[in-house]
Structure formats: structure tokens, C-alpha cells
T-cell receptor
Framework: RKEVEQDPGPFNVPEGATVAFNCTYS??????FFWYRQDCRKEPKLLMS???SGNEDGRFTAQLNRASQYISLLIRDSKLSDSATYLC???????????FGAGTTVTVRA | EAQVTQNPRYLITVTGKKLTVTCSQN?????MSWYRQDPGLGLRQIYY???????DKGDVPEGYKVSRKEKRNFPLILESPSPNQTSLYFC???????????????FGPGTRLTVT
């Protein structure tokens, strides 16, 4: 079983729509969770960290469900510029090793 | 400008010809890491370094070497490249404080390597 699993998509949504997707992780000891954004095989960039209480950054909302071991990302009022691959990232145990999901591709159409 | 640089950005080489991909960061980060990205597999860690002269294996270290003689540089060495090392490689750096692994990683622009 992969340490981090994501639905690869693609999620094709019209501008203005809401899109949400999840990421599951296998290590119950994981403590740190992130969403990174990657444009067309360019370098990944941090989108947001995911906190236990859930957090919001503008149109983006991240949630953590420890009981079911998944994190989610919701994008409201999608923009064309939101088209990208979103990588779920989870740390492992207490060392500084990060596990990356293969990514969920979102395409926003006009 | 704070950044991570990698060179070369694109490289086509032949099996067995030693090569080095350089990585440099100007943010005084302690932690540096190399990843490879392959379709459907996500980023997999090759090697990482928590400070000068401190390196450790990641998940897929076979066929690679690294060194960390200076804080800013973390070169990736392929002594005898093989076609299965054809991939997109990313170097990353971040702050690191013992016991706190929650820092943002800054990635370089990537190196697309093809081994024929």
C-alpha cells in the first residue's frame, strides 16, 4: 500500500465551480500535512499547511481527519489559474522524511 | 532573491557516463534533499542532508551519491547512469530545527535527465 494515495483525476470543472478532493495516508503517526501545487512539471510550491482544526486561505480550505486518515482540499469559485496538479504531502514518524502523493490534476475551463 | 538553483536543466546522456547535477540555495537552509519524479509515482526522496557533512539515504538511493561539503551546495552524482534513472529531478531546501519537521520546502526548477 502506498503511504500517500490520491485520486489522480483529472477533475474538469467550469470557472466558478467548487471542487474538492481527498488524500489518504497510511501512517497513523504522521504529524504534519501539506498541500503543494505543481504547474505542468514545474517545481512544486507550498499551497498550504493543514492543521488539525482545519484552515482556510482565501478560496482554499484544507481539512484533516485523523480518525479516517485523510486530508482534503476544497477550492471555491475556481479560477482558470487554479488549473494545476495538487500534491498531498505527509511527514513520516519523527524524522524529516516526507511522503508525496502522485497528485490530483484539476483543470478549470472557461 | 531567495532561490534554489539546479544545473543543468536538461541533460541527455548515455549509459555509464558519470554525471553531476548541481544544486545551490541562498537561504542558509540546513536541510537539503533530492527527489525524482516519475509519472504515477509522485516525488520519491533519493538522499537528504540535515547539515554540512551529514547525509542520509531516502527511499530510492541506489545508483546515486551526494555530498554536502558546504551549506549552500548539495550535488547529486550518478556514477554510472542507467536508462531507469531517466526522470525529472528536483532539489529542495528548508529550514530545519531538531524535533520540528514542519518547515516549507523550497524546490529548484528541476532537471530533466534522459539516459539512453
Amino acid at each position: 500500500r502506498k503511504e500517500v494515495e490520491q485520486d489522480p483525476g483529472p477533475f474538469n470543472v467550469p470557472e466558478g465551480a467548487t471542487v474538492a478532493f481527498n488524500c489518504t495516508y497510511s501512517n497513523s503517526a504522521s504529524q504534519s500535512f501539506f498541500w503543494y501545487r505543481q504547474d505542468c512539471r514545474k517545481e512544486p510550491k507550498l499551497l498550504m499547511s493543514v492543521y488539525s482544526s482545519g484552515n482556510e486561505d482565501g478560496r482554499f480550505t484544507a481539512q484533516l481527519n485523523r480518525a479516517s486518515q485523510y486530508i482534503s482540499l476544497l477550492i471555491r469559485d475556481s479560477k482558470l489559474s487554479d488549473s494545476a496538479t495538487y500534491l498531498c504531502v505527509v511527514n513520516r514518524d519523527n524524522d524529516y522524511k516526507l511522503s508525496f502523493g502522485a497528485g490530483t490534476t484539476v483543470t478549470v475551463r472557461a | 532573491e531567495a532561490q534554489v538553483t539546479q544545473n543543468p536543466r536538461y541533460l541527455i546522456t548515455v549509459t555509464g557516463k558519470k554525471l553531476t547535477v548541481t544544486c545551490s540555495q541562498n537561504m542558509n537552509h540546513e536541510y537539503m534533499s533530492w527527489y525524482r519524479q516519475d509519472p504515477g509515482l509522485g516525488l520519491r526522496q533519493i538522499y537528504y542532508s540535515m547539515n554540512v557533512e551529514v547525509t542520509d539515504k531516502g527511499d530510492v538511493p541506489e545508483g546515486y551519491k551526494v555530498s554536502r561539503k558546504e551549506k549552500r551546495n548539495f550535488p547529486l552524482i550518478l556514477e554510472s547512469p542507467s536508462p531507469n534513472q531517466t526522470s525529472l529531478y528536483f532539489c529542495a531546501s528548508s529550514l530545519y530545527a531538531s524535533g520540528n519537521p514542519s518547515y516549507e520546502q523550497y524546490f529548484g526548477p528541476g532537471t530533466r535527465l534522459t539516459v539512453t
